[in-house]
Nanobody, 115 residues
Framework: QVQLVESGGGLVQAGGSLRLSCAAS????????MGWYHQAPGKQRELVAL???????NYADSVKGRFTISRDNAKNMVYLQMNSLKPEDTAVYYC?????????WGKGTLVTVSS
């Protein structure tokens, strides 16, 4: 089992920045890929960014150049630095961890970007 707890969401004006954090606990030594997903009201959950245990990253086209995912394996943390935020980034952001093909989710943190 892996437990994930997100933090760092909030209300920000368009053009502003936020940094999300996700703390992992449990069977963390077996975590492979970690990522951030978001879900806007009335929409499906979508991938925002992924990072492998080796540090390779992948981003949704909508956030390339604005968001940066990073990982601190020693602290069992994954981060999402979000810059140049847009109103369309408003969503609940979820941390995800993949362990031996199984996916674990946090409860999410709300990001609201005002215009």
């Amino acid at each position: 089992q892996v437990q994930l707890v997100e933090s760092g969401g909030g209300l920000v004006q368009a053009g502003g920045s936020l940094r999300l954090s996700c703390a992992a606990s449990g069977i963390i030594f077996s975590i492979n890929t970690m990522g951030w997903y978001h879900q806007a009201p009335g929409k499906q959950r979508e991938l925002v960014a992924l990072i492998t245990s080796g540090g390779r990253t992948n981003y949704a086209d909508s956030v390339k150049g604005r968001f940066t995912i990073s990982r601190d394996n020693a602290k069992n943390m994954v981060y999402l630095q979000m810059n140049s935020l847009k109103p369309e980034d408003t969503a609940v952001y979820y941390c995800n961890a993949e362990v031996l093909g199984m996916h674990y989710w946090g409860k999410g943190t709300l990001v609201t970007v005002s215009s």
